[in-house]
């Protein structure tokens, strides 16, 4: 993984696609551990939430199926270049519903003490 081109497109374009970066068989064994709890997992209570959206907080507490994922050393070394020194904190898992609105306009940093020198 080129990690100096994402950090580029992070900052030129606010976002990164790398396709392929699980294979079917990886998707495949996460789907199949992921899905079971989205089957019990409620939707969202109001329209920011989404009424048709799913929310699985604190996965890693669920399943080990996301440990390599989230332990990839492209990955750790992509949050080294975009905050420096860094503990995982939070992951959350969404599932976005066919119809859903989008929400609003807003920014998930307000919740860590970050200077905000990125664009918002």
Do not use: C
């Amino acid at each position: 993984m080129d990690v100096a081109a994402l950090v580029g497109e992070l900052q030129t374009d606010g976002y990164a696609v790398r396709p392929g970066v699980l294979g079917r068989s990886e998707v495949a064994a996460l789907r199949s551990v992921l899905d079971p709890i989205l089957a019990v997992t409620p939707t969202g209570r109001n329209p920011f939430e989404g009424y048709r959206t799913k929310r699985i907080y604190s996965p890693l507490a669920k399943t080990r199926v996301l440990d390599e994922l989230v332990l990839s050393p492209w990955l750790e070394e992509l949050a080294r270049a975009l905050i420096g020194p860094h503990t995982l904190s939070s992951l959350i898992g969404v599932q976005i519903g066919p119809g859903e609105v989008a929400q609003e306009i807003h920014y998930d940093a307000a919740a860590y003490p970050l200077p905000r020198s990125h664009r918002q």
